[in-house]
């Protein structure tokens, strides 16, 4: 076999056996389902009358792909906390001990957590529909969006693979990965519009790709604001092209270096 | 007979100030078992970890079946198979599912990997259990299923981590007769173990090891007949009887003289013939019309092997080891074994 497809075929057994963890823990299934409910109707119904938009667009229609993205980016905490406990255990001893790919180990974490990304978006997806949300563009226009946030979550995962890799405690990635998600998350347009940023933060806001991931979902769903100004920044004006560079430099710069760690790594 | 499977030379490995090995050789020729015996923190687990490539040594190299461990880790992982004492199983997945996780990890494909599974629930007692996750197992079938792990492939060279620690007498047993099994089958087996009775079971040749260095070599048999071998410990009723229990027990001593315990009414001996000898000590006791409050056949520990190579036990690490250390150490030592005399019927299998 050559390495490649070794590293393909180690890699979705790995998947696979986090993916009866997410089956055989109710808790986390519970996690997955509710938490993107509740995220949805939380900034719906909390927020949905203190924030404008602007005119000529629902709060709830602007707000969901925020929310879409926020959630996913949110979920690579789970990658992190995932790889950090089993660097814990003694399974990690166990796959070092084989004749495996030693890179799969990291990659089903970051594919397994794929499915949980496709879950809940899912989830959300039809909640944000009873609430209000509409898709007002093509449907494949829309599969694009879903597409793009799946491709950023992924990135986002081997991020926090590092992490996981790095501090190997639970609780200190929990609250390690909140310092850096939650500035990327709100320091953007997920939930507000960005006219009402100070100008100091606005660049970063602009470029911060959270934004642009939630820009290029606005566009591509159709839940723009005509009426409100566009940002000239480049970024703002090729969100998902933006979006997908910043996916390749996050690939390109934390997969090999969380391999390395990992490699080094001895319990 | 003449291949070394495993070969360490001159191991050497540092945690910052400390250094858990200090030179430390092995040599494991094909199809023999080598027991690392030792106490916590002597050195065993890294001498593991380096031999199984989960650790670089700083200093020292190894090979396993061939490959060398620092320039070919991904070939000394083909040819072995690792079970640690902190079973590496995943406690999510059933024990079916943990093996053919693990077969397929080895490159078989899935219909093999399924039907090794199943071969090796059975044959380790878990066929029951296989569809249950691993979270649900006791202790020994946890051991069980992270050794079968290991077997998977079926590879030459195998390396258990202290595989009975923490287990209860039958589950150890039990195991013990599973790796029995194994080296029937001509495996070559590295274990390590903080219990004699275990090496001595299992292994054909023992290194003890102390400090990260090892300070003993030999079989079983040698390593006794160092410590003094079995001691039968007798109590008396009457101290005026002593000279004749002396002389009974001068009669099967293996060399060393008797010694007095810590009343003038119990000594002890150490003896050649085990059970045999206590039978002949007891004949000659009850012919002499000596009482016997309590009689027992000990056979040597870690402890008595750490004593008499180092003169302290396995527990006392930080004790200072003065001049008198041996002497004193041995004193004590057969002050606590009097308070709590080993009785004939629950010293564990008196002979081979």
């Known amino acids: ?267 | 007979m003449t291949t070394a499977t495993i070969t360490a030379r001159g191991l050497v490995k540092r945690y910052g100030q400390v250094e858990a090995l200090r030179g430390l050789d092995l040599e494991v020729p094909q199809g023999t078992v080598l027991a690392l015996l030792g106490p916590n923190g002597a050195g065993k687990t890294t001498a593991v970890r380096i031999l199984t490539t989960l650790l670089r040594p700083d200093g020292g190299s190894a090979s396993v079946a061939g490959a060398d461990v620092l320039h070919a880790p991904e070939e000394v992982r083909r040819r072995i198979g690792l079970s640690g004492q902190s079973a590496a199983v995943d406690e999510n997945l059933t024990g079916a599912e943990n093996l053919e996780m693990i077969g397929r990890l080895y490159g078989f494909r899935r219909r093999r990997a399924v039907d090794r599974a199943r071969e090796l629930l059975a044959g380790f007692d878990l066929a029951d259990a296989g569809d249950r996750p691993a979270k649900t197992y006791s202790g020994g079938m946890h051991r069980r299923l992270d050794l079968a792990c290991a077997l998977v492939a079926e590879p030459p060279v195998v390396v258990l981590d202290e595989p009975t620690t923490g287990l209860d007498p039958r589950s150890r047993l039990q195991m013990w007769e599973v790796i029995q099994g194994l080296v029937r089958a001509g495996t070559t087996l590295l274990l390590t173990t903080q219990y004699l009775e275990e090496a001595d079971r299992l292994a054909d040749d023992i290194v003890v090891i102390d400090h990260g260095r090892a300070i003993a070599q030999g079989t079983a048999d040698q390593l006794k007949a160092q410590v003094g071998g079995e001691r039968i410990e007798l109590v008396i009723a009457d101290a005026a009887d002593r000279p004749a229990a002396r002389a009974a027990l001068a009669a099967v001593a293996a060399g060393d003289e008797v010694h007095h315990g810590s009343t003038e009414r119990s000594l002890s001996v150490a003896v050649r013939e085990g059970a045999r000898s206590l039978r002949v000590v007891l004949d000659r006791l009850e012919a002499d019309g000596v009482a016997v409050l309590d009689v027992g056949l000990r056979r040597p520990t870690l402890d008595d092997v750490f004593l008499t190579l180092t003169g302290r036990t396995a527990e006392e690490e930080a004790e200072p080891a003065g001049g008198t250390a041996s002497r004193d150490g041995r004193g004590r030592h057969a002050q606590e074994r009097d308070a709590v005399p080993a009785r004939p019927d629950v010293t564990p299998e008196v002979t081979r």
């Open chain 1, 1 to 267: 076999m050559s390495t490649l497809t070794r590293t393909v075929a180690d890699t979705q057994v790995v998947a696979k056996r986090n993916l009866i963890k997410i089956v055989r823990v109710p808790e986390i299934l519970v996690a997955v389902l509710i938490s993107p409910i509740m995220f949805v109707l939380l900034f719906a119904y909390v927020f949905g009358g203190a924030i404008d938009p602007g005119e000529g667009v629902s709060y709830r229609e602007f707000l969901i792909p925020g929310i879409f993205a926020q959630t996913v980016v949110f979920g690579a905490t789970f990658t992190g906390a995932g790889i950090a406990e089993d660097m814990q255990k003694g399974i990690i001893d166990r796959f070092r001990s084989l004749p495996m790919s030693q890179s799969a180990v990291l990659a089903g974490r970051t594919l397994s957590d794929v499915v949980y990304n496709v879950l809940s978006l899912a989830i959300m997806a039809l909640t944000g529909l009873v609430v209000g949300w509409r898709v007002r563009g093509s449907l494949l226009d829309a599969a694009a969006a879903f597409a793009l946030l799946l491709v950023f979550a992924y990135a986002v995962s081997w991020i926090m693979a590092l992490v996981g890799v790095l501090v190997p405690s639970v609780e200190v990635i929990n609250n390690a990965s909140f310092i850096v998600i939650m500035p990327l998350t709100f320091v953007s347009n997920a939930f507000v519009p960005l006219e009402s940023f100070p100008s100091a933060l606005r660049v970063f806001v602009e470029w911060n790709p959270v934004s642009t991931l939630t820009q290029a979902c606005r566009e591509l769903f159709g839940n723009t604001n005509p009426a409100a100004a566009a940002s000239d920044a480049w970024s703002m004006q090729n969100p998902a092209l933006y979006t997908l560079i910043c996916v390749a430099l996050i690939l390109v710069v934390f997969a090999p270096l969380a391999i390395a760690r990992y490699r080094q790594t001895s319990r």
